[in-house]
């Protein structure tokens, strides 16, 4: 017997399952909990290659627009403005497929190799010491891997031991910053839009730049501005970008 106004205790009984021992109202609750946790184990274990899968889907779905991003050559607005297209292009550090950046060709730039993609496009951050620009010592420039922009010089460029290719100059003030939720601040394509990295203000001492010439006194008035330009020991910015965003293009 039970008393008056107290339900009853679901009990698991031999050759029962364990479902039926759950109010009906319950099952979904449970079905809920299961989908979620398999769901998360799921993309803990598959975390990459499900961002690669969703960068290619969304470029094959994405229609055809005129022009790499078809996007403003000066960017105001937020990045889903920017997040249009890419097309054309080669891999990773090979420009067999690649574009000049002149007029006759400016829609055929960009690029189909997933990992600029993913940079670019989504904003991702490739592993540290994995890019080949990292290491790269010649001579030349370094444009943008969608649209062909020259964006940093082998001037500007240092080894800031990060991991990444470090620059305490643009080189001809083509990269836009943007303020993001966390103080961090983020550098894009000042022509496409692409997503590069980020600058920080911890890069070299200006008294440590060998500098050949107008390397300090050139740099451009939209670059980030650090420290005191008058003292030797003031810091210079450190643009830390992703190899992935550039193309390098050497020059004598």
């Not at 399952?17 to 998360?40: G, Y």
């Amino acid at each position: 017997t039970t008393l008056p106004g107290k339900p009853t205790r679901p009990h698991l009984r031999a050759g029962s399952s364990f479902s039926a021992s759950f109010p009906t109202q319950q099952q979904p609750l449970c079905s809920q909990i299961l989908l979620h946790r398999t769901m998360a184990t799921f993309l803990r274990r598959h975390s990459r290659q499900f961002v690669v899968a969703l960068s290619i889907s969304a470029f094959v779905a994405a229609p055809p627009l005129v022009g790499a991003f078809a996007a403003p050559s000066r960017i105001v607005g937020p990045r889903t403005n920017r997040m249009m297209m890419f097309s054309g292009g080669g891999g990773e550090g090979s420009d067999e497929n690649d574009q000049k950046p002149d007029d006759s060709t400016a829609t055929k730039l960009g690029t189909y190799n997933p990992l600029r993609l993913a940079v670019l496009k989504l904003g991702l951050t490739e592993l540290r010491w994995t890019s080949p620009l990292n290491y790269e010592k010649r001579g030349g420039e370094y444009n943008c891997a969608n649209c062909g922009t020259k964006l940093f010089d082998a001037k500007g460029k240092y080894d800031s031991g990060s991991g990444w290719p470090s620059f305490f100059r643009t080189a001809e003030g083509k990269v836009a910053l943007f303020r993001e939720w966390d103080g961090r601040v983020e550098c894009r394509c000042g022509t496409c839009g692409g997503h590069l990295g980020h600058v920080f203000p911890d890069g070299p001492r200006r008294k440590d730049v060998v500098d050949d010439g107008d390397i300090l006194q050139s740099i451009p008035e939209s670059d980030l501005r650090v420290g005191d330009p008058s003292s030797g020991n003031s810091r210079l910015p450190r643009y830390c970008m992703n190899g992935a965003a550039l193309k390098f293009e050497q020059k004598e």
